[in-house]
């Protein structure tokens, strides 16, 4: 029994490398769309996009998970929005 956990916490540890790997190349893009909405004077938050994020991301889940993927991406675009008013983006 104890070698079936070690083996399935391995395989969320893969998985929590990839998510890690992913966020940060997020955030580097988040930056860039900083940059270019600060040249061209438009708003942080774009409610309309954020909407179509969400919705996308949880139409690309189980839906017994919808609510849990709403919840981590509501989180994620909490923190770009962050990053995107964060001097020097």
Known sequence: MRKELDELREKIDVV??????????????VKKISRVKTAEGLPT?????????????????????????????RVILDASKECQNRPGN
């Not at 992913?22 to 580097?28: A, P």
């Not at 919705?55 to 919840?71: Q, S, Y």
């Open 16 to 29: 929590d490398d990839e998510i890690a790997r992913l966020l940060n190349e997020r955030m580097r893009h």
């Open 45 to 73: 938050l774009d409610s309309e996009r954020e909407r179509m994020i969400v919705e996308r991301v949880k139409g690309r889940v189980d839906e017994e998970h919808a609510e849990f993927a709403e919840r981590v991406f």
